[in-house]
Structures are given as structure tokens and as C-alpha cells.
């Protein structure tokens, strides 16, 4: 985030140009369109681990080109990640409507990333610091790598893939206090690994596959090596980047990476990719690793020849041109106002919609087998389910529609600039109101079966208490101060 939208735009404009030459390279040789797209997708991987190394084996990474480029490397990952998704989606549906299927994934797996970072971030640092002088070097070893292992199966019982299960609990582990700890204790099993992924790799090379298909091993080497130093210099250009950083970092990129191989596999054992695939990826990935660090290196010259060529004036312009112009008060409009809040709607419906569902699947099954309980009377066991529901939900319902001051400020100011401003600020914030609605009202539904006009009386009745209750203020302000802390925890160090 502190590296701003450029990097996001720059990964994104990248990733779909890279798959659009993927794409049309794959339907000039007849493949199928979604083994083009696919072939794309693994184009636009890039290799993380060699790019990290490469930087610190030239000391770049304090330069900006390198925040830049990690950036999206993170960004290519998590894309590569919704690729596996999408093979294993394809694979299934081939006889049904694949593009409802391919829906359905992505917002399924958003609802679960948003879930495992947000309950992760906010259990997992808050229980290594209560316990943190009980957990000396081993114990933090086999916790970090338990939890990894825990996270794969979770993953992987939800129909995701291990990548993605190591992937979150990664990124969580990274905003704890002990990330570096955790870091310099598990890099040595890290290089282990990494040493027998790269070599096992290198073993399912198969010299005849290779003899066989030189022709697309050489055509992906081009592509990969030219284009994608290009599209990826350009993209980053379209960004805002100056032409220096833009070209430095397209020319990093310019290799193919180890999710492709993942992403490869995935799709042979899924029948949706021709198996020769395979091993064209990874000959072609073992070609432009070796070139990665000399590619870095010739990006230098090729930026102080374009730079020679190039008229001040045109230089000055790329360098100040930015792809959302100036940043001053009177270009915020009512974007502005959905972006102050979209994260807190999406995190905590998520949240809202998780807990509803654990009550009504399994503690109300639960409660109902319990002795006794058949004796309670239907009327008080709904209202008491009801109740409890609720006050489960409430502070992330409050979360839905509660605007920090700085929101505040924000509205205030838009309305200044423009009174045009004053709609949307009243359209978004009936939009948060009507979620929360919509969350009272089916649990509602669900216990009592009075008219819908007299349930959706009592419902505006519970959102006006919830609203107005300073408990839950005090609850939702706890909940929010502790997951705050929990995720700058490795800034505070």
C-alpha cells in the first residue's frame, strides 16, 4: 500500500497485456481459448524468488524500481493463485455454464481470503504476544510451520489449493512482531526446499519433449525476454512511473516464474493444458532464470539510449505525466466517498455473513440436542436465538455504517467543493444501511414467521438501537483497535 497505485496498475495492465500475447500466441499454434488465456496467465508470472535474490545479490532493493517491481511480484502471485482456481473451475464445468462457474470461484474466494486474513490477523499476533515468553526458537519454529501446514489443510478442505493456504498464512505471519525472528528461523529449511523444488524441477525436463518443441521453447524465450520487457516498461509507464524506474523494472520482470510451473501442473492434471506443456514451461523458465540478473544489468544502457534519443521535453513529460493527475482537493469526487468506506462494507459483511453461518450450521444444531432444551417454549428459544444473533453481529454491522472522523472530514469537504457531492455521500450511506437491513431481516426470517411489513418494522426498530448503542461503540472500538495494533505489529518493532 505504501507504494501506492502505480504498482497496482503496473501489475494488472502488465498481467492482461502479457495473457493477450499469451493468448494470441496460443491460437496462432490452434490451441483452444482457454488453453491461450492460460498460456498467457503463466507468461505474465514472474519469478519472485530469483528476482529477490538477484536484488540482493546486486544491492538494489533500497532503489525504488525494486519497491516497485516487489509489489508486483505480490500482486502476480495472488493472480496466480485465482489462475488455479479458475483451472480447477474450467475442469469442472465443461459441460455446464463456465463463466457463472468462473463467478462463483472468485467471489468465493474472496470471501475466504477476506475471512482467513481479517480472523488470522486478529488471533494470531494476539496470541503469540500473550504467550511470547513461553515460545523460545524451536517452539516458534514448529508453530510457524504448524501453522502453515494447518493453513493448507483449511485451504484445501475448502477446495482451494495448498499455494493459497501457505500463501495467507504467510502474509499473516508477516505482520507480527516476530516476523523477522520467525524469517531468519525458517530460512534455512526455505533454502532446503527451495533447493530440491528448483532441482525436482529440473529433473522432469524431458530432452525429448525439448528436441520436439524448440520451435515454441525458443518462440516463449523470445517472447518472454522482449515482449515482456516491453508491455511490462510500458505498463508501468501507463502507471505514472518515471521512464528510468518504468524501464528498470519491465526489464526485471522479463522471466518466467515458479507459480507458472505450479499453474502448469495443475492444468495438465486437470486435462485443460496438453501435458507437453509441462515441461516446455519450465525449459523456457530455466532459460530466462539464467538470463534474469544480465537482463537487470541491460536495462541501465537501454534506459541512457532511449534517454539520448529522446527530446527533453518528451522526457520531462513522461517523467511528470501521472495517471490520475494531481492528487489536490478539487479532483476528489464521489469516488472518494465509496473508497473512505468499501473496505470496512466488504470486511465486515464477510465477517457478519461468516458468523451467521457458523450459528445456523452448527451452535443451534448444537443447542437443540442439548437435554432440556425441548422443554423451553418455541417463542423463547427463537427469541433468545435471535437475540444472541444479533448482539454476535452487532458490532460488525455497526462497523457496516459507522463513519470514522476522518470520513467525516472527507464528506464535509467533498460537499464544500461541490453540494453535487451531498447525493452520493446520502446514496452510499443508504447502500451501507440497506446491507445491515438485509442482515437483521434474515435472521428475523429465520426464527419468527410474523407479516414481512411487521419483521421489517422490527428490523429498522434493532438497526436504530444498534446505531444509537454506545456498547456496541465500545465493542466495535475494542475490536478495531486490537486488529490495528495486530496488523502494523511488524512496524512497531
Known sequence: ?????????????????????????????????????????????????????????????????????????????????????????????????????????????????ILWFVIGIYLIPTLLRKFKKYINDENLLIISIGLCFAMVIIANQVGFSSALGAFVIGSILSETAESQRIEHLTESIKNLFSAIFFVSVGMMIDPQILLEYWKLILALVIITLVVKAFV????????????????????????????????????????????????????????TTFTTPYWIKLATPVYNGLEKRMSPKTKAALDAYALFGSSNEGKKNWSSIIKSTISNVLVFSVLSFATLWLVFEF??????????????PVWLFNTMGAIGSLLLISPFLFGIVRNSPKVHELYRSLVKQNRANMLAVIVWTIIRFVIVFYFVFSILVSFFKFT??????????????????????????????????????????
Request: contains cysteine; glycine residues 8%; aromatic residues 8%.
Open 363 to 376: 451452535l443451534i444444531p448444537f443447542v437443540q440436542k442439548l437435554p432440556y432444551v425441548e422443554k423451553i
Open 232 to 287: 511490462c516498461s510500458a505498463s508501468a509507464l501507463v502507471a505514472g512511473a518515471n521512464l528510468e524506474d518504468s524501464v528498470k523494472s519491465g526489464f526485471t520482470l522479463s522471466q518466467i516464474g515458479e507459480f507458472a510451473f505450479i499453474i502448469a501442473s495443475v492444468a495438465v492434471a486437470q486435462h485443460v493444458m496438453p501435458s507437453h506443456i509441462y515441461p516446455v514451461i519450465i525449459a523456457s523458465s530455466v532459460i
Open 1 to 113: 500500500m505504501s507504494v501506492g497505485s502505480k504498482a497496482f496498475i503496473t501489475a494488472f495492465v502488465g498481467i492482461i497485456g502479457m495473457i493477450g500475447v499469451g493468448a494470441l500466441l496460443g491460437l496462432v499454434m490452434g490451441w483452444g481459448v482457454m488453453e491461450s488465456i492460460f498460456l498467457g496467465g503463466m507468461l505474465s508470472m514472474s519469478s519472485t524468488a530469483i528476482i529477490v535474490k538477484a536484488f540482493d545479490d546486486m544491492e538494489l532493493k533500497g532503489k525504488s524500481f525494486a519497491s516497485l517491481t516487489m509489489v508486483v511480484l505480490i500482486i502476480q502471485d495472488i493472480v496466480a493463485v485465482v489462475m488455479m482456481v479458475l483451472i480447477s473451475t474450467v475442469a469442472a464445468s465443461k459441460n455446464s455454464a463456465p463463466g457463472k462457474e468462473m463467478l462463483m470461484s472468485i467471489v468465493k474466494l474472496v470471501f475466504f481470503l
Open 452 to 493: 414481512k411489513w411487521v419483521i421489517v418494522l422490527i428490523a429498522l426498530a434493532v438497526i436504530f438501537v444498534f446505531v444509537l448503542s454506545r456498547h456496541n461503540l465500545n465493542r466495535f472500538a475494542t475490536l478495531e483497535r486490537q486488529f490495528k495494533t495486530n496488523l502494523n505489529g511488524e512496524e512497531q518493532l
